[in-house]
């Protein structure tokens, strides 16, 4: 599901994995802008580029993940590599302290809608891979 061009004026109209929350995306420079009801998440924009590389190298299905910040993520989701040190930014791809986390919850989406991924839509536990 997405209308939008990926600008701020007509951005991105994605679903989460389950599709119980509607939120939007854009670009914005070198940053991308989740904005979730009144709540604004930043992440690096290479995010994509550096996710669905790290998908492909897994070469099969990689669970998502999702976890608030202050939570750990669980090891091989996509939520720990958003957050690993070993990953290409050698950290965390959320740019807002207290709001980085929810990487495996926004990011997949938008790589379906780009036909980066494959992406499952179950009511929980869902994962994704690359195309």
Known sequence: MT???GTAESP??????????????HREGDEL???VGSTTLRYQARAIEDLHAWLAAQG?????GAADEQ??????TVEAFGRAEDNPVGGWYGLRKGYR???????P??????GLVELEHNAR?????AI
């Open 125 to 129: 536990n869902n994962r994704v891979r």
């Open 101 to 107: 986390g929810r990487f495996g919850m926004y990011l």
């Open 33 to 35: 802008v989740c904005k």
């Open 71 to 76: 939570k750990p993520a669980v090891p091989g």
């Open 109 to 114: 989406p938008l790589l379906e809608a780009l």
């Open 3 to 5: 209308d939008g061009d």
């Open 60 to 64: 099969d299905w990689v669970p998502l």
């Open 12 to 25: 991105w109209l994605l679903r989460t994995a389950p599709g119980s929350s509607e939120y939007t995306m």
